[in-house]
């Protein structure tokens, strides 16, 4: 056991190499820092500028900026329902020429299962007319 100990026991590392990789540390978070510091500044001048604008011309850019999202919503609709459409002919096209697309197996299953139960049902109601007719002619 203590040879397992012995090979797999890390050695620490030198001192020179702990003081590089602290030095990289400083490094860059100061580095992060002092940009996160500079964005922020950079952020609160423009916003600081940029607030007379936007109230003057909010009149403008409040309806403008609706008209956009609402245009760009009714496109990306459009395409989402235009490629929903060609995905649902595409399925229909491989289903009839035989191709068995994914889902023709539960499809046809399930055509098969109502077909049964469809016919059942017609079975028993013209039974049950049958019924009726009969005992309506033997009233009559």
């Known amino acids: 056991m203590a040879d397992y100990y012995d090979h797999h026991h890390e050695q620490p590392a030198p001192r020179s190499y702990q003081v590089v ?7 860059t978070g100061g580095s992060l820092l002092v940009l996160s510091g500079l ?7 423009a916003l600081t500028v940029a607030t007379p604008l ?9 309806p403008a900026s609706i008209t956009i999202f609402l245009l760009m919503f009714g496109f990306l609709a459009s395409g989402g ?3 929903a459409a060609i995905s649902v002919l595409s399925w229909i096209y491989r289903y009839m020429t035989g191709r068995h697309p994914p889902g023709a197996v ?3 299953h399930a055509r098969d299962k ?15 007319f049958g019924q009726q007719q009969i005992s309506g ?4």
């Open 54 to 62: 936007l109230l003057i011309f909010s009149p403008v850019l409040v």
């Open 137 to 140: 002619t033997q009233q009559g």
């Open 21 to 27: 990789k602290a030095a990289t540390a400083v490094t």
């Open 81 to 83: 329902f235009g490629v």
């Open 39 to 45: 964005t922020l500044a950079g952020t609160i001048i």
């Open 106 to 108: 539960q499809l046809e």
């Open 114 to 128: 109502l077909a049964t139960k469809g016919l059942g049902e017609m079975k028993e109601r013209a039974e049950q």
